[in-house]
């Protein structure tokens, strides 16, 4: 992840932005933590999720690849 803010106050924002991205997702299959994130699920949907959910942090230039 791109953290486009200072260091100054690096957690809030991180839970500020990991929640605008994922928010439609948290207690679905991904749970958000102070430093980082997870995605819970069976083998079979995991890739498709993760998938999913790196298509919204870039689309909203969370991410940049």
Do not use: H
């Amino acid at each position: 992840m791109v953290m486009p803010f200072g260091v100054k106050k690096w957690a809030t924002n991180f839970l500020e932005n990991s929640y605008r991205a994922f928010g439609k997702y948290y207690d679905q299959f991904m749970k958000i933590f102070l430093d980082n994130f997870a995605i819970y699920s069976d083998m079979e949907s995991y890739l498709m999720k993760f998938k999913l959910c790196f298509k919204n942090a870039k689309n909203i230039e969370l991410v940049s690849i």
